[in-house]
């Protein structure tokens, strides 16, 4: 149907706005405030559950606080070590069934007296919370651990602890009694919270967002740390508590209210999520129902205008497309008949109408012969492409095929009506389609007047050959012209060069007897990892190790056995660096580096030593060394980069570590001594 005139729109459009607008309007604007009260009702809703969750678990946190309090004042705990201890700590335990075990420690962090056997004579000298509860200047004062594995019983636990009273004369308490709480009883609460199967409850623990419980519960979730979850985040801007809209952790979008946990437990807090879908769900149900009666009364207002339009304007539209029809089926005789009853402004235009269609008979006889003219010039342009060796190609808007030249038989082995009517991607080598979409249609489809691209077509026989093509816009509108040539010869010659290159790379990098990387890529590696750990305030590690009597084991067994042996080394270490950030190398002669980026003291000491248990397992042996067999000396540093003088000092304080190792009698690992700069 042919657009209406231009006049008559504003009468039809300000009929059905008048209509149905102020109806629509009302009812979106009466859902969305529905909505918005939903999710408004649903946000306090969370919140007074997580206040009220959060008091419940608190219960149990308190419960523990007190028992410490009184616990540190009671003699039998206060003189450490004493007899009778553990049997007062079993009854205490047997009243208080929510605690899972008490314990004290000397002032060395020695477990002295415990109600659980297996946990006497531990040392947790090394847990923060001990050295915080024993460096405590209240005596009052409670302190709670992160979530942590017990030593004892191997199972996530969290600790308290209080410093025992100092007996008179004053001086440093004489130890620490400590209670473990068993997350088990954080689940139960949590299941105990948890109400309809769409809400969600979890206990949280902001400083490093660990999961302590959850219901329902997920299998392997608890424990998990999420320090950037959306809970915990806004938990951390509000700690008062407060309400957000966020996915889970299985991606399902929830309404969240939190609430921390008053006393000893700062730092935790409970979080009850509601779906978001289940809260929209009766809000959406009232906005699609408005809608629907919405678009009732748009249907009825349509309806009475186009019953309207119908005589005024669409039968004489009518009339105007049935000539216009006829004229592009090459009858230019062909008049519109308005009629009486159409609008002043359609009367006009069948007017205009019958002007036009006969100056498109007068303008017909000049298009007759420009025709003949311009079939001449296709012909001299037929016989300039039938005669090149280039391959040329006009295509269609779409980019099909309208003409392909012969020179296409000997570039592709087919006969050019073959190829006509055709996309050339059906031809193209599957990686080069993105090339030829991009490269060549792509900027002839954004406006570019010429583009270039090579790329590879299938020939008859099944195999592929590069064509290199400049394709140019025609000028009309109606299409493109391609040349394409062979350019097979030249790809390979490329490729060839590229591959000596990248080989060439390699060598300048890679030790030719270990496959490790040469002394040449480790610098260049180790000072952009110090770069990066110096920006990002993160540790860097070196581990240096050197094989032991390695002159008497090539005196002893001849130089290829020492090749031999140096290349099972390098299998060991290539094989203990995992992430695709560290970097083993050979440093020189029988000595061996590992980097070790964004890894701490204690995490490079870890690494050197299975290196060092993997080279003993290799059980090479090795009549000059007092072993018996191939061993290493390992010297391990670590740093957080920013106050010593660069890359060389992290070497050199390996080194220095290497050197101790070999001072020791050979086959050991040491770690460099700690400094304010060495992560130790």
């Given amino acids: 149907m042919a657009a209406l005139p231009r006049k008559l729109w504003p009468r039809l459009a300000v009929l059905m706005l008048a209509a149905t607008m102020p109806l629509v309007v009302l009812l979106v604007l009466s859902a969305v405030a529905d909505g918005r009260r939903v999710v408004d009702t649903a946000r306090d809703r969370v919140v007074q559950l ?110 308290f602890a209080v410093p025992l009273e100092r007996l008179p004369g004053g001086g440093a308490p004489p130890g620490v009694v400590l209670a473990g709480v068993d997350f ?83 730092g935790l807090l409970v979080a009850i999520g509601l779906r978001e879908a289940d809260i929209r769900a009766a ?83 000049r298009i007759a012969t420009m025709q003949k003219q311009l079939a001449i010039s296709e012909g001299l342009h037929r016989l300039l492409a039938e005669n090149a060796n280039d391959m040329i190609v006009r295509y269609s808007p779409e980019f099909r095929r309208l003409y392909v030249s012969p020179a296409c038989r000997d570039l592709l082995g087919y006969e050019p009506e073959e190829l006509v009517g055709k996309h050339p991607r059906d031809l193209m080598h599957p990686t080069d389609r993105d090339a030829l979409e991009q490269s060549l249609f792509g900027r002839l489809l954004n406006g570019d007047a010429t583009a270039r691209a090579s790329f590879r077509v299938m020939r008859r026989d099944g195999s592929y050959v590069w064509l290199e093509t400049s394709c140019r816009r025609l000028e009309d509108g109606s299409g493109f012209v391609a040349v394409m040539r062979d350019v097979s010869e030249r790809k390979a010659l490329e490729a060839q ?26 610098d260049e590696v180790l000072g952009t990892e110090y770069r990066r750990a110096t920006r990002n305030g993160s540790p860097l590690a070196v581990v240096m190790l050197d094989v032991d009597c390695f002159k008497a084991f090539n005196d002893t067994y001849g130089h290829p056995s020492g090749d031999a042996c140096l290349q099972a080394l390098a299998g060991v270490l290539d094989g203990r660096c995992r992430r695709p950030v560290d970097l083993s190398a050979r440093y020189g002669g ?63 304080a390996a080194d220095a570590a290497l050197y101790d190792a070999k001072r020791a009698g050979r086959n050991t690992v040491r770690l460099a001594d700690a400094s304010p700069e060495v992560v130790g």
């Fill in 497 to 522: 060069l590229e591959d000596a290159n990248r080989r060439l790379r390699v060598l300048a990098q890679e030790d030719g007897l270990t496959r490790l990387a040469n002394r040449r890529r480790f």
């Fill in 50 to 159: 997580a206040r009220l969750a959060a008091e419940q678990q608190d219960d149990m946190l308190q419960e523990a606080s007190s028992l410490l309090r009184v616990l540190a004042r009671v003699p039998e705990v206060q003189k450490v070590g004493t007899a009778g201890c553990d049997g007062l700590l079993g009854t205490v335990l047997s009243i208080h069934p929510r605690i899972n075990v008490l314990a004290v420690l000397d002032a060395g962090g020695t477990v002295t007296c415990s109600t659980n056997p297996a946990g006497k004579g531990l040392s947790l000298a090394d847990r923060p919370y001990f050295q915080e509860a024993l460096a405590s200047p209240s005596k009052t004062a409670v302190v709670m651990s992160a979530f942590t594995v017990s030593r004892a019983t191997g199972k996530p636990a969290m600790f």
């Fill in 590 to 652: 029988e000595e061996f580096v590992l980097l070790l980026p964004n890894t701490d003291a204690a995490g490079a000491l870890a690494v050197a030593e299975c290196v060092h248990g993997a080279v003993r397992a290799l059980a090479i042996p090795h009549a000059g060394s007092d072993h018996g067999f191939v061993t290493v000396s390992v010297g391990v540093a670590a740093m957080v980069p920013g106050r010593l003088q660069g890359p060389a000092a992290l070497v050199e």
């Fill in 283 to 365: 809000a959406d149900q009232r906005f699609w129902l408005s809608m629907g009666i919405a678009f009732a009364a748009t249907a009825v207002a349509m309806l009475t205008a186009w019953l309207i339009a119908k005589r005024m304007v669409l039968r004489p539209i009518d009339a105007l497309v049935r000539a216009a029809a006829l004229v592009g089926a090459g009858d230019l005789s062909a008049r519109a008949a308005i009629g009486r009853g159409a609008a002043a402004e359609l009367s006009s235009l069948g007017t205009a109408f019958a002007r036009m269609a006969g100056r498109l008979q007068a303008r017909d006889g």
């Fill in 184 to 266: 088990e009883w954080f689940a139960r609460l949590s299941d105990g919270a948890s109400g309809a199967s769409d809400q969600l409850v979890q206990v949280l623990d902001s400083r490093d967002g660990a999961i302590l419980a959850e219901a329902p519960a997920t299998v392997g979730r608890m424990g998990r740390r999420v320090p950037q979850s959306p809970v915990i985040e806004a938990f951390r801007a509000s700690p008062g508590g407060g309400s957000l809209q966020a996915p889970d952790l299985d991606g399902i979008g929830r309404v969240f209210g939190f609430a921390p946990l008053p006393g000893p437990a700062a």
